[in-house]
């Protein structure tokens, strides 16, 4: 089972063509933590240390090893949440708004680019079937 494991995720049998711009979305949050860390020291500072700097080490690694470091790279989509928290909390009100709004834009666009253009939503997920409604 190992060895099957081991011989799709590091060899090219399987590759990740998104890893890149799932990454990319890290970069926002890791800048902003490292300018404003001093903000951060209340927190699980190794945490977030380790989280950051596996993140940015996962870009090169994924040019070799996409699938690994796109599976990997999931597990740290809660560094973006606890640093774009903090951020957005430390912000004012109309500042907050911007932020948020900006937020909502990207990620919308991010859903409707991969809805649209994407091999795996054209097979698995058009026409979306909720089965709660169809109960109704």
């Known amino acids: 089972y190992y060895l099957h ?11 990740s063509a998104g890893v890149l711009p799932r990454l990319i979305i890290h970069l926002l949050p890791i800048t902003i933590y490292f300018i404003y860390k001093k903000r951060y020291a209340n927190l699980n500072i190794d945490f977030l240390n380790f989280a950051s700097l596996f993140i940015l080490f996962s870009i090169p690694i994924s040019l070799f090893y996409s699938t690994i470091a796109d599976r990997l790279n999931l597990y740290f989509i809660v560094f973006d949440i606890i640093v774009l928290d903090r951020f957005i909390y430390c912000l004012k009100f109309k500042s907050k708004i911007i932020f948020l709004f900006f937020i909502i834009v990207i990620n919308f666009l991010m859903l409707y680019v991969w809805y649209n253009h994407s091999f795996y939503a054209d097979a698995c997920w058009k026409p979306y079937q909720n089965y709660l409604q169809e109960m109704l």
Do not use: A, H, P
């Open 5 to 15: 494991i081991q011989t799709i995720y590091l060899s090219n049998m399987v590759f």
